[in-house]
T-cell receptor, first 112, second 114 residues
Framework: DAKTTQPPSMDCAEGRAANLPCNHS???????VYWYRQIHSQGPQYIIH???NNETNEMASLIITEDRKSSTLILPHATLRDTAVYYC?????????????FGQGTELSVKP | DGGITQSPKYLFRKEGQNVTLSCEQNLNHDAMYWYRQDPGQGLRLIYY???????QKGDIAEGYSVSREKKESFPLTVTSAQKNPTAFYLC?????????????FGPGTRLTVL
């Protein structure tokens, strides 16, 4: 599974869009980009995933560049409850073992 | 409600004692996982099981043991051989036959060895 690089921390004003970047320059053609988040002292929560097309669900949008070497998770209207560590993970869907390789993620602080 | 339960939320043990962490899921998932998280770090895989009566070592299995006698249960034993057992332990499950293999996590157990 390819490695990802994320900024260690970011701030965002409440009500504004939070744009979290992720670099995955060694991504392979069959690897998906997944995003999870972890609120302090809780288990991680799945947010969204994508292969090459942009994706949107009720939580967020995922923008993947055309060369697939980077992506951005967008929380359109951040709230205080979105304060968490956000993990970008690249892996083959349905790979053997199914393990997720978590880096250190981006600690997002949403401020009033 | 479907989900994953881990108990207890906080656990204290004396050094040298084995301790077993519980993980139960009612999502009817075949695959289950145990991760360890240290302060300020990401998660690291300890053991995983893709089907009942079968499990494999993850990246940091030394000092841990598991069993998978039932589909809904995947207990983790932290043995006295684990040199630094104090950590936050997370259990997850997924449906590996599903295309995207999204993992669902429990609330975690925070183990402190005194």
């Amino acid at each position: 599974d390819a490695k990802t690089t994320q900024p260690p921390s970011m701030d965002c004003a409440e009500g504004r869009a939070a744009n979290l970047p992720c670099n995955h320059s060694t991504i392979s053609g069959n690897e998906y980009v997944y995003w999870y988040r972890q609120i302090h002292s809780q288990g991680p929560q799945y947010i969204i995933h994508g292969l090459k097309n942009n994706e949107t669900n009720e939580m967020a949008s995922l923008i993947i560049t055309e060369d697939r070497k980077s992506s951005t998770l967008i929380l359109p209207h951040a709230t205080l409850r979105d304060t968490a560590v956000y993990y970008c993970i690249v892996r083959v869907a349905n790979n053997q073992g199914g393990k997720l390789i978590f880096g250190q993620g981006t600690e997002l602080s949403v401020k009033p | 409600d479907g989900g994953i339960t881990q108990s207890p939320k906080y656990l204290f043990r004396k050094e040298g004692q084995n301790v077993t962490l519980s993980c139960e899921q009612n999502l009817n998932h075949d695959a289950m996982y145990w991760y360890r998280q240290d302060p300020g770090q990401g998660l690291r895989l300890i053991y995983y099981s893709q089907i009942v009566n079968d499990f494999q070592k993850g990246d940091i299995a030394e000092g841990y043991s598991v069993s998978r006698e039932k589909k809904e249960s995947f207990p983790l034993t932290v043995t006295s051989a684990q040199k630094n057992p104090t950590a936050f332990y997370l259990c997850a499950s997924s449906e590996p036959s599903g295309k995207y293999n999204e993992q669902f996590f429990g609330p975690g157990t925070r183990l402190t060895v005194l």
